[in-house]
Structure formats: C-alpha cells, structure tokens
C-alpha cells in the first residue's frame, strides 16, 4: 500500500503585494522603489517569488528577488559576477556572494538597482 504524502500547506503570503503590505512602511516604500526599478529595467520579467521571496523570472530563471528582515533589506542579483563587477558603486553596502544588504535610510539608488537588473539580463542572455 502507497504511503500517503505529507502535504503541508505553502508557509508565507500568497502574493507579492500581501508580503510587502507586511512589513514596515519604511521597508515597504524602499522594496516598491526597488521593484519599480527592476520593472523599469527588465519589462520582459515576470513577478514571481524567487526562493521564498519576492523577485523576477527571465525565461524561466531566476533573474533578481529582493527582501525585507528585521533590521535591513536585501537585493539579490544572483549573482557574484555582477556584484563583483559592479563592487566600486556598492562600496557602502554590505556585501555577500549573491547579496547586497541596504538599510531603509540608504536605500540602493533606481539607477544602480537598473544597471545591476541590465548586467543580470545580459548575463542570462549570454
């Protein structure tokens, strides 16, 4: 006899505006103003979460997500190489492999959020 599956019921919002109606509205102001960006850069994307968070998808892949924690935010451009390439215009911000970490008084500036989303396209496109 098949053993029945255990089937739990997906943690966390349903969508992307219920997570960032969520948070405080510091961090929400600073995630739509990195959202509107991504659109503005990447009007092909589609909105999806992106490993539990909210972000982009590009043909199916994973193009860039962002999110809100206790203390910070995060920006996620999937990518070391574009962080890397990209290190002397984030000097300031915390930096980890795929992540740059802002706090909501120095949010990442649109045009450095589009540069990044642009340089994460073309890498995807590649």
């Known amino acids: 006899m098949a053993q029945a599956r255990n089937r739990t019921k997906p943690r966390g ?7 960032l109606g969520a948070l405080p509205a510091d ?8 959202r509107k960006a991504i659109r503005a850069a990447a009007p092909q994307a589609e909105e999806a979460f992106v490993y539990g968070v909210p972000g982009f998808k590009l043909g199916g892949k994973g193009l860039v997500c962002y999110a809100g924690f206790k203390k910070h935010c995060g920006f996620y451009p999937m990518s ?23 706090v909501t008084d120095k949010p990442l500036p649109a045009a450095l959020v589009k540069k990044l989303v642009r340089a994460r396209v073309a890498e995807l496109e590649g």
């Open 80 to 102: 070391p190489d574009v962080i890397e390439a990209h290190a002397a215009e984030l000097q300031g911000y915390e930096l980890a492999k795929g992540t740059i970490r802002f």
């Open 13 to 19: 919002p349903k969508d992307i505006e219920t997570y």
């Open 27 to 34: 961090q929400q102001r600073a995630l739509r103003h990195i």
